[in-house]
């Protein structure tokens, strides 16, 4: 953990005192979710990819390991980083990457869903491999979608996904699970690496190529908890992922079904953007727009702990993991109708 954070740490502060013009553009301030106002690095994936693979080196890893981690995630990576570099890569050309992605952690880290806790659903999981791919690529692949959508403002994503880790690494000591635990505590070392610049002065950013990267990392250390211990439910990894996972599926909803438009094209209109521009009142903070964005987050680790809380708690017990899955689902939705409703005015 001390190697990743130093590595994590150090190279974040080079890129942070790089000339702007080599590690941002102006181009990276386009687009409706965009919400800081100076170019900002946005290549925090090098460092956490760097930093998570060096730690992870000392691990000791069983045989195989390390490379067949390394090399499963190395395409949702690359393409992610190379759309922070060139914004040239399309959507599906990034979502093509992250299934290769999913696909190689399928066959060569034996990372699959193949049980959801319904006997007959279980059986054909288990019987049918394509089935299981099918239904992993999927899974996953919208996870990993799904952490990238809420890495909007300052911290956030990072914050949210330290929570996530460090519950998985609670429950994986729990049964002396040594790889799984670090695993997720190097990640975290990584992320803290790039919290300490992004939070709250937002000096530098996440961007895709982190975004996916941390993404994938997060669940297949959920998947490989629940797969090497059968006391933990497939659905603790559900409910500790069920916030963005919900903010994606709702999005999805929010474009498509209530307004027509294409689901796949950015908007303001998430829950974390209502949050800014209707909670967070930039009088407290002397109207420094950079302090406004990043209390955003605060709100929202809050809510996240909605479902990781329970999560953690009962985490061997499958009716009430899906049970708060739909408190959480049904929170979310009446905030978020509360929130767009003009019952609350805009406070800036």
Not at 11 to 37: C, E, N, Y
Not at 85 to 100: E, Q
Request: proline fraction near 4%; charge should be neutral; aromatic fraction near 16%.
């Amino acid at each position: 953990m001390l190697i990743s954070l130093f590595i994590s740490f150090l190279l974040m502060l080079i890129i942070v005192f790089l000339p702007a013009r080599w590690t941002s553009s102006q181009g990276d301030l386009i687009g409706v979710q965009k919400f800081h106002f100076d170019p900002t690095p946005r290549i925090s994936g090098i460092p956490v990819f760097a930093s998570f693979f060096v730690g992870l080196w000392f691990v000791d890893p069983p045989e195989g390991f390390y490379l067949a981690m390394l090399f499963a995630s190395l395409p949702v990576f690359v393409f992610g980083l190379a759309e922070d570099i060139t914004a040239r890569i399309s959507p599906r050309l990034r979502m093509f990457a992250t299934l290769v992605s999913v696909a190689a952690a399928f066959f060569w880290l034996d990372i699959g869903i193949t049980t959801l806790g319904f006997g007959w659903v279980d059986g054909y999981l288990s019987d049918y491999v394509v089935l299981s791919l099918v239904f992993t690529l999927l899974a996953v692949g919208g996870l990993v979608n799904a952490v990238n959508i809420i890495d909007g403002y300052n911290g956030l994503m990072a914050g949210y996904g330290v929570l996530v880790l460090l519950a998985i690494a609670y429950v994986a000591n729990i049964f002396g699970d040594d790889l799984v635990l670090q695993l997720s505590l190097v990640l975290t070392a990584s992320l803290v690496g790039f919290f300490v610049f992004n939070f709250p002065l937002g000096k530098i950013f996440m961007g895709d190529g982190g975004a996916y990267f941390v993404g994938f990392i997060m669940a297949v250390t959920g998947l490989m908890l629940g797969i090497r211990n059968d006391e933990v439910s497939h659905w603790f990894v559900l409910l500790l992922f069920i916030y963005p996972l919900y903010e994606t599926a709702f999005s999805i909803y929010r474009r498509k079904i209530i307004h027509k438009t294409d689901a796949s094209q950015p908007d303001a209109d998430h829950l974390h953007s209502l949050v800014y521009r209707k909670l967070i009142s930039c009088d407290r903070f002397k109207h420094r727009k950079v302090i406004c964005n990043s209390m955003v987050a605060p709100v929202m680790w809050l809510l996240s702990c909605l479902g990781i809380i329970p999560a953690v708690i009962w985490f061997n017990n499958q009716a009430v993991l899906i049970t708060w899955a739909f408190v959480f689902m049904l929170v979310y939705t009446v905030i978020y109708k509360y929130m767009a409703s003009d019952k609350l005015k805009f406070n800036h």
